[in-house]
């Protein structure tokens, strides 16, 4: 099936936001999530299927998301290169003005727990939703998401990180 442009400009617009937030989580690297992003988009824009259901596009944009994020992190190409910060020696990375010091304190966190607190703050998903986009079990998710929560209170520390991550 083919979509009419229209249709794709709406697809685009709806789409891009999201899984380049979502691959930006995974990756770390702006420069990675918009090729993710990219390859995204361009395979929802050929997927044959339609999807009826709202929820059932949204997980499946999602899955697809984390399956590049996944190809591109195995990959030998992202395996073997350093980034021009590393190369550089950088003594001292400042932070952008304005960003959030709690989505500074979530991309920090190890991997497991950046991704399960991600989905669950940020793109609102439940704890079965997120075991199953992450191929885990749910008392895994629950897991990640309490050390996650405690490290980001340590963190954010004081009464900050006690009224963001309290549930």
């Not at 899955?63 to 350093?82: E, G, H, P």
């Amino acid at each position: 099936m083919t979509y009419t442009r229209q249709e794709a400009e709406a697809l685009v617009e709806r789409w891009a936001d999201t899984v380049l937030r979502v691959a930006y989580t995974w990756t770390g690297n702006p420069q990675d999530a918009q090729d993710v992003c990219q390859t995204v988009l361009l395979k929802l824009l050929t997927c044959p299927e339609r999807f009826p259901d709202p929820e059932r596009r949204r997980a499946w944009v999602l899955r697809v998301t984390i399956n590049c994020c996944k190809d591109l992190k195995k990959s030998a190409w992202a395996r073997k290169r350093v980034s021009l910060e590393a190369a550089a020696d950088a003594a001292v990375t400042m932070p952008e003005a304005g960003e959030s010091p709690v989505l500074e304190a979530v991309l920090a966190l190890p991997e497991k727990y950046r991704q399960a607190v991600y989905l669950r703050y940020y793109e609102e998903y439940g704890v079965d939703e997120i075991a199953a986009l992450l191929g885990c079990r749910p008392a895994q998710v629950s897991t990640w998401l309490y050390r996650g929560k405690a490290k980001l209170r340590t963190m954010l520390g004081g009464s900050y990180g006690q009224e963001c991550f309290s549930d």
